[in-house]
């Protein structure tokens, strides 16, 4: 059983960065697509970046050339590094992972995920 623990929201100013980070332990990460979503309240979870096993990278719009996306496939760990943080930034954001290793913007598609962090722009 893949688990999925996310780390390194909190409070930030408008203008401000945060990195965040998904350890994955019980299956073999290096072959995983992984990607990051976040849910406002009363919104529905929404797509945000995603990685697939070779380091091939996907955006949404309102993030894209402010976060950023990565793996270490030695620390089964994929980050998002965000900058220029907006208040319309501010959710809870998932970890998410998908065995088939490509690139998904659709959250049905992946098959674990984790229990989310916090993340909250002060304007």
């Known amino acids: 059983q893949v688990q999925l623990v996310e780390s390194g929201g909190g409070l930030v100013q408008a203008g401000g960065s945060l990195r965040l980070s998904c350890v994955a332990s019980?299956?073999?990460?290096?072959?995983?697509?992984m990607g990051w979503f976040r849910q406002a309240p009363g919104k529905e979870r929404e797509f945000v970046a995603a990685?697939?096993?070779?380091?091939?990278?996907y955006y949404a719009d309102s993030v894209k050339n402010r976060f950023t996306i990565s793996r270490d496939d030695r620390k089964n760990t994929v980050y998002l590094q965000m900058n220029s943080l907006k208040p319309e930034d501010t959710a809870v954001y998932y970890c998410a992972g998908r065995t088939t290793g490509m690139v998904e913007t659709t959250k049905t598609k992946y098959d674990y995920w984790g229990q989310g962090t916090q993340v909250t722009v002060s304007s």
């Open positions: 019980g299956g073999t990460f290096s072959t995983y697509a």
């Open positions: 990685i697939n096993w070779s380091g091939d990278t």
